[in-house]
């Protein structure tokens, strides 16, 4: 999941917003809600881009790793304030809502990268607006009463697999990889497993990345058997 959410869900989000708007990502004040791996990974690609990124938590430590990351962390009622572009990335409901709208500035966009189509929430923003039109694919614009214009993307869905492609097959073959493997590990040691959730073993994890690494022309090093007895000396 780190590869696949933080480099695939990271870029194609992105990708997807700049495929419905065209926006210039650089000088704009973009809010990330959420610092899981796909948090994380909208977030560095933003920053990247010469983005001002600001992140929004409910976990300290997560929200602590975002501060320490080098990211500004605020409630999502401060950032609503002064965000140019929002993107969702929390796997919950109603995390920009009502409230939020309310104080938002004219032109604000908000897109959904974590979930499905709560997380950004549309009957709050249906209710506040006087009119709506979609003014290209993928872009509804909601007219509130005081004139204020707020642009929602992929009608809140996951805007990498509306408004882009999805994650490049770069990433995904190591998905796939994974889970053909576990699958294979399970169907092997299926007379030792008891009916209960397990953690992908750390030696399929660590064939794909082999396997990855020789596919990208990358070598590394290895170590030598007296490096190996003095981490095994330590107990």
């Known amino acids: 999941m780190m590869f696949d959410n933080r480099y ?3 870029q194609s989000s992105i990708d997807g917003i700049l495929r419905a708007t065209n926006i210039l990502f650089a000088g704009k004040t973009v809010v990330v809600a959420g610092y899981g791996w796909v948090g994380r990974g909208i977030a560095l690609r933003a920053r990247g881009m ?3 990124v600001i992140v929004t938590e409910v976990d300290p430590i997560k929200a602590l790793e975002a501060v320490m990351d080098g990211y500004e962390v605020m409630p999502m009622m401060e950032a609503a304030k002064i965000g140019d572009v ?3 990335a929390t796997g919950n409901k109603k995390v920009i809502r009502r409230e939020h709208f309310d104080v938002m500035k004219d032109g604000a966009i908000l897109a959904n990268a974590g979930h499905f189509n709560v997380e950004i929430w549309i009957p709050d923003l249906e ?3 006087v009119r709506k039109r979609q003014i290209r694919p993928y872009v509804t614009e909601y007219t509130l009463k005081d004139g204020r214009r707020l642009y929602l993307l992929a009608e809140g869905r996951l805007v990498n697999l509306v408004a882009a492609e999805g994650h490049p097959s770069e990433v995904m073959d190591m998905s796939f990889a994974n889970q053909a493997l576990s699958a294979l590990y399970i169907v092997e040691n299926k ?3 008891e009916p209960r959730v397990y953690r992908v073993p750390r030696e399929i994890d660590e064939e794909v990345a082999r396997l990855k690494l020789k596919a990208m ?3 590394i090093d290895e170590l030598t058997r007296e490096q190996v007895e003095y981490l095994q000396s330590w107990e």
Do not use: H, M, Q
Request: glycine share 22%; proline share 0%.
């Open 8 to 10: 695939g869900t990271g």
């Open 50 to 52: 010469g983005a001002r």
């Open 86 to 88: 929002f993107i969702t």
């Open 127 to 129: 209710e506040l607006a």
């Open 191 to 193: 007379d030792k497993l």
């Open 217 to 219: 022309g990358v070598r």
